[in-house]
């Protein structure tokens, strides 16, 4: 360990060797982590290194299978989130823990109300927390109703939650997936205020540029386990991230790209497409893109940004309000799922436990999923044509364990996403549109899961790529497509594109002109 | 037919409703489903006729009903919350066995397969509006959904029941037991629904096999019809007795059969819940176990 | 066999064992209140229900319509969705068993008349089942509430039906039907006689081997019971989920339906007000015990037969009513150990599969 050391005497949190088990899955592995009071401390790592559970054992959410927490110097292992609160310790999850039909003051007040010991003084209430608006920065009506909150707005409501029970240990989980650039630099500039005025924050974030701009020191975690510790000032962007991935990762990605003359008829085409979402009217606004064979086209942005009401649309699980989407010349606007499945739409889905697979279904079965009709025989399921498919899509994609009458639930999540690109890899397809193909998934599996893409690329589909990881984006995609507030801001090509010059596009700082 | 006997009957039909769409309401908002407000009111009118029977008192009848409402009310949450069992099996699984414990014990302490013997009641006789005003449970039942709803909107503990029921994980991660809120919800539900058992048996000052006849599902109509509010529940209770009067009163006319006005409560319900004129939405952790 | 068929049998056959347990207890306590001795009386039940071939007739009568809610019930389980309303579709289909059978001319041949009226009961248990259904599918109205309220709707429209127009005086039952009466066993077997067994116990049979069928060895077995697992991942696999539940409520009603025929064609020779007297709501309990499997269904419905006939068989010694507080304990301790099971088999297997990592 790569350690700054500290005494002791001023540390918020002291985490010792934890471990922590769900079923099969090794969520931290003896996992430290060692707080400053008074100062803003991110702890990094990929998807599934453990920083979320570490945060949960500390809130009290959970408890620790083996490890000691301390707060403030007390042993507080196996504390319940009554505890938690009472010391100080106030959590902001990932996703909200908010109650929509109650109003702001009602969700912020709710287990520690004014009044007495019966009677609940909602007056009381909505002064309480108008003041904590004003002593805080955190901009919200104190009587509105939850459900009819902008996503920036609900969360300031969770950190005036924390405050309003006299936090000095703030947690957030990964609090800029879902914020408008805007929105993340108020929210930078409320979490500074706060420090200043004598909180401890826990940042967990997976993103560089937050890391560097608004942290004290970074805690890294890779695998379950506690791996760095530094001072923000004195280490480098490319320090952290070799640190999360285990190995020198080149943040300039080498690209591979292939050149697909723009004379070759799209594959897929999509024009003027809008579609409305579950908040806003035009999640999807007036989107038009085409990918053409042979190439990969990746979709960079920030989580929420229309990327998965588009994939809804393309897919056929959501109607296009307007716009046309046409697949190697056929006009699909208004096709059904398995009428664009059969004409050579294959897809990964982003969330691969809602969409992808059939959690109680075995291996061979999810591998048919969405097939089951090139499986069987007038009513009946050909059982030996799908044991003998599993076999081959077991080996050819090495999935474990190779018993394909398993069932997928018992599978890491690498082999289960394996699962669902051989499933969507094995159809006969002329477009694949692949969204975070490697979110939750291993190292080693990430590897094979790009290797295929460019395998299907090489081989003459057409691919698009959905990704949040911007990495991801810069390692695969031949050209370059920024998605922001519902539309297409940019596009470059590969060979333009790196992350500075991405970034703004992302953020919402930078709209159109550079487009290539 | 004057007003005044239409709305003294009305009330008197309107009253077991009450107590036991307040139950529904209780428990519901609080996310445990209330299929078993039937059981908690034969329970207690069950109760009521051994605890009046023993003590020849109709206060003792009331306390040993409600008794008996509160303790079937326990069995359910200990079912629903601490072993997380399905809440609509559960509901179901107590109506059966309150018919069977019901005729167990009448068979055994009455020896009888219909009814108990005539026990005490409250107030005067006869259908009047006299001798309904003199009962203490009308009042009560008049009064059960207004004072439901300042538990449910203006007391901590409504504020928490509400939240449980919309976001248990919420509630819990602020330190809220969302057990022990749902373990009062369900037991006070228990209770308040056998109330309208009790009510039945001592205005008719027996108890008979299975006399609630399909009167906690009108209730879970009213508490569904009524959009899990206190006072639109209330008000659909007193809008499906008014019906049912209506049709007793009118019943030499021969106008609609009875079965046709009988089916209102039901239709009304399914027609809210398909949500042609407003739909109907339960709390949205309704049914669901918190983990 | 493998670790995983291990966990799932566990996990499936625990609860029931577990409820027996309990309801054995309680049994006893039931039995020492009214001052007998339980062994004695668990004896005579046995005595009274499989001891003899009228009790196994009976027993096996009980069964039949059980067999059917009880498969009705644990097929939209399947799907997801919780049919509450077995009983109206119960009655609707014995009611139009009845009605085909009194419209149709004495003399018609039976296996035609009887095709016939189980056709008609199939049609108004399907129709009964399809308004929850269509409802769910289009406006996403809640099942179990719309199949609660639809029992009572159907029921009073029945009731109306057969008291106003259409019983025998002094009576709430139709006239005897002319044609499509099925035969007793016992016309067959003479041991039976005196039991209300009759054939219908073999559409059941054939109910249940298709039902299982079709679940799991065909295309639309696997989508529905994708829909049931994971709605959204059936959706993404093309699978159109709201007519699956549209479907599966018609299909479930229409099985509930055809369990009127027992009563109807099978027993009596005519709708009564009120046959179904709790079979509809007692299928909930059959899937439940039976877990959901057409195979688990059918030894749940011997389950449930057996006890309501053991009813008869004490009632000299104990209330016969103690079986209706049984049902109720069954149900409970199954249900609450289903979740608690769950837990602990999975939880049994993951420390194996971590032992044999290690």
Not at chain 1, 444 to 457: S, T, V, W
Not at chain 2, 123 to 150: Q, S, Y
Not at chain 3, 197 to 223: D, K, M, S
Request: glycine share 12%.
């Amino acid at each position: 360990m790569t350690a700054a050391t500290t005494g002791t005497g001023d540390l918020a949190i002291r985490i010792r060797a934890v471990d922590k088990w769900f079923g099969a899955v090794h969520a931290n592995r003896a996992a430290d982590l060692e707080v400053v009071r008074n100062e803003i401390n991110a702890l990094v790592g990929e998807n599934g290194a453990g920083k979320s559970t570490l945060m949960k054992i500390v809130s009290g959410l959970q408890p620790p299978d083996r490890g000691t927490i301390e707060v403030n110097g007390r042993d507080v292992t196996g504390w319940s989130t009554a505890e938690a609160i009472r010391a100080g310790v106030g959590m902001v999850h990932q996703h909200f823990m908010l109650v929509p039909t109650l109003s702001v003051a009602e969700n912020v007040v709710l287990g520690r109300e004014p009044g007495g010991r019966a009677m609940f003084d909602r007056a009381q209430a909505i002064r309480d927390v108008e003041s904590l608006v004003a002593s805080s920065g955190l901009a919200v009506d104190a009587n509105r109703l939850v459900a009819d909150l902008s996503v920036g707005e609900a969360q300031r409501v969770e950190i005036l939650k924390t405050l309003y029970r006299g936090a000095r240990i703030l947690l957030l989980d990964e609090p800029t997936a879902v914020l408008s650039p805007p929105e993340v630099a108020d929210l930078w500039r409320v979490l500074r205020r706060v420090r200043d005025q004598g909180t401890t924050i826990v940042l967990i974030t997976h993103k560089l540029d937050e890391i560097m701009a608004v942290t004290d020191r970074i805690t890294v975690m890779r695998q379950g386990a506690t791996v760095a510790r530094m001072v923000t000032k004195e280490s480098t962007p490319e320090g952290v991230a070799r640190a999360m991935v285990g190995r020198d990762v080149s943040l300039a990605v080498q690209s591979s790209a292939a050149q697909v003359s723009a004379d070759t008829a799209p594959a897929l085409e999509i024009r003027n497409l809008t579609v409305r979402g579950a908040r806003v009217a035009r999640a999807v606004n007036e989107v038009s893109l085409a990918v053409r064979p042979g190439e990969i086209l990746g979709i960079a942005g920030v989580e929420g940004n229309g990327q998965s009401e588009l994939l809804d649309a393309i897919v056929g699980f959501r109607a296009a309000e307007g716009g046309s989407l046409r697949l190697g010349g056929a006009d699909l606007t208004r096709a059904s799922v398995r009428a664009r499945a059969d004409a050579g739409l294959a897809h990964i889905p982003e969330d691969r436990h809602h969409r992808g697979l059939i959690l109680d279904y075995s291996i061979a079965e999810n591998l048919i999923l969405g097939l089951q009709h090139r499986f069987s025989t007038g009513a009946q399921l050909d059982r030996a044509k799908i044991r003998a498919n599993a076999e081959q899509q077991v080996r050819a994609f090495d999935i474990r364990p190779t018993d394909p009458a398993l069932a997928v639930r018992g599978l890491s999540g690498g082999n289960q996403q394996k699962v669902v690109i051989a499933r969507e890899l094995s159809r006969e397809f002329s477009v694949l549109v692949a969204a975070q193909p490697t979110r939750g998934v291993d190292v080693g599996a990430i590897e094979f899961i790009h290797d295929a893409l460019r395998k299907a690329r090489n081989a003459g589909k057409a691919i698009l790529l959905v990704s949040a990881e911007l990495r991801e984006i810069l390692t695969l995609s031949d050209r370059i497509a920024v998605m922001y507030g519902g539309r297409i801001v940019t596009e470059f090509a590969r060979a333009d594109a790196t992350e500075e010059v991405l970034g703004p596009f992302m953020t919402g700082a930078r709209r159109d002109g550079a487009a290539a | 037919m004057t007003l005044l006997l239409f709305l003294s009957q009305a009330i008197r039909i309107a009253v077991p409703y009450l107590f036991a769409a307040g139950g529904g309401v209780l428990a519901e908002r609080a996310g445990i489903v209330s299929l078993s407000l039937e059981g908690y009111m034969l329970g207690g009118a069950f109760g009521a006729a051994i605890g009046a029977h023993v003590t020849g008192s109709a206060w003792a009848g009331l306390a040993a009903g409600v008794a008996c409402g509160a303790l079937l009310g326990s069995l359910h949450a200990l079912c629903t919350i601490r072993f997380r069992a399905d809440q609509i099996v559960t509901g179901v699984a107590i109506n059966l066995f309150v018919v069977g414990i019901t005729r167990f014990f009448l068979q055994l302490a009455f020896d009888s397969s219909s009814n108990s013997p005539r026990v005490a009641g409250f107030g005067g006789e006869g259908a009047g509006a006299w001798a309904l005003a003199a009962n203490p449970l009308v009042w009560l039942g008049i009064l059960t959904m207004p004072v439901l709803g300042v538990v449910i909107y203006r007391t901590t503990f409504g504020l928490r029941a509400r939240a449980v029921g919309e976001h248990p994980a919420a509630a819990e991660s602020l330190g809220i037991r969302v057990s022990a809120v749902r373990y009062a919800a369900v037991i006070g539900s228990g209770a308040l629904a056998s109330l309208g058992g009790v009510y039945l048996t001592l205005d008719q000052h027996q108890f008979t096999d299975s006399m609630t006849a399909g009167r906690g599902f009108i209730a879970l109509a009213a508490v569904i019809f009524g959009r899990w509010d206190p006072k639109r529940a209330g008000i659909a209770c007193l809008l499906f007795a008014a019906a049912e009067t209506l049709q007793i009163q009118l019943q030499g006319a021969q106008l609609i059969p009875s079965q046709f006005v009988a089916m209102i409560p039901y239709v009304l319900t399914i027609v809210a819940v398909a949500g042609v004129v407003g739909r109907s939405t339960p709390p949205a952790a309704l049914g669901r176990a918190a983990d | 066999m493998t670790p995983e068929r291990r966990t799932a049998l566990e996990e499936a056959l625990l609860p029931p064992l577990v409820a027996l347990a309990v309801a054995l207890v309680a049994g006893d306590l039931l039995i020492l209140t009214y001052g007998e001795a339980p062994g004695a009386v668990w004896r005579l039940m046995l005595e009274g229900t499989w001891g003899n071939a009228y009790g196994i007739g009976q027993v096996l009568y009980k069964a039949t319509a059980l067999a059917f809610t009880g498969l009705a019930v644990a097929l939209t389980l399947r799907v997801g969705l919780f049919n509450i309303g077995a009983e109206g579709q119960l009655a609707a289909g014995g009611f139009a068993a009845g009605l085909v059978g009194l419209a149709l001319p004495a003399g018609t041949p039976m296996l035609l008349a009887v095709a016939l009226c189980v056709a008609g009961a199939a049609v108004a248990g399907g129709i009964t089942g399809a308004v929850p259904g269509v409802l769910r599918a289009k406006f996403g109205a809640h099942e179990v509430i719309v199949t609660i309220m639809m029992n009572f709707i159907v029921l009073a429209v029945l009731n109306y039906i057969v008291s106003a127009h259409l019983h025998v005086p002094e009576t709430l039952h139709t006239p005897s039907i002319n044609a499509g009466a099925v035969p007793r066993l016992a016309d067959s077997i003479a041991a039976f006689h005196g039991s209300a067994a009759n054939w219908t116990v073999l559409i059941a049979g054939a109910t249940i081997g298709a039902v299982a069928w079709f679940l799991f060895r065909t295309r639309a077995g696997f989508e529905w019971r994708a829909v049931g697992l994971q709605p959204g991942a059936a959706e993404y696999g093309g699978v159109q989920v709201g007519r699956v539940w549209r479907n599966a409520m018609i299909l479930s009603g229409a099985i509930a339906g055809i369990g009127g025929v027992n009563f109807v064609l099978g027993y009596k020779g005519y709708y009564e007000d009120g046959f179904a007297g709790g079979a509809g709501f007692l299928g909930i309990a059959v899937a439940l015990v039976g877990r959901n499997h057409p195979l688990g269904v059918a030894i749940a419905a011997l389950f449930f037969a057996t006890l309501s006939q053991g009813g008869l068989a004490i009632n000299a010694m104990v209330p016969k009513q103690m079986v209706e507080v049984l049902q109720g304990i069954v149900i409970l301790a199954v249900a609450a150990s289903v979740p608690e099971v769950r837990a602990l088999v999975r939880a049994a297997a993951g420390k194996r599969r971590a032992a044999e990592a290690s």
